[in-house]
């Protein structure tokens, strides 16, 4: 299985791991070498699977765009601080199912 990556591009914006457990993550995001904003998502497990005749391995990923489409309850903010997205993440951590993050993200800006 392939595990999520410490370290990727999305959307063109820098994705940094700073801490994770089996089913959350929490992101530093940065653009042209600026903190942008913390992102605290649910890591998806997906099986494998043949796509344009292709085998993709069993892996880790965080969700999609349009997975956080729909109303404002999908996301949360909290300008400014790191230390909110860090409490967040220890929050869910401690208390969140898997099915409570389903559609939940931190952004914070810096």
Do not use: W
Not at 20 to 38: H, M, P, W
Request: with cysteine; glycine share 6%.
């Amino acid at each position: 299985m392939n595990k999520l990556k410490d370290r990727f591009r999305k959307n063109g914006i820098q994705y940094i791991l700073l801490k994770r457990t089996k089913s959350i993550a929490l992101f530093e995001l940065k653009a042209d070498n600026i903190t942008v904003g913390y992102e605290v998502c649910r890591i998806i497990q997906n099986d494998a699977r043949i796509m344009a005749g292709h085998l993709i391995e069993a892996g880790e990923s965080i969700p999609s765009n349009e997975q956080f489409a729909g109303t404002g309850k999908d996301k949360s903010y909290f300008p400014n601080d790191r230390d909110k997205a860090i409490r967040y993440f220890e929050k869910c951590e401690n208390s969140c199912s898997v099915n409570d993050l389903r559609h939940d993200i931190l952004l914070v800006k810096g």
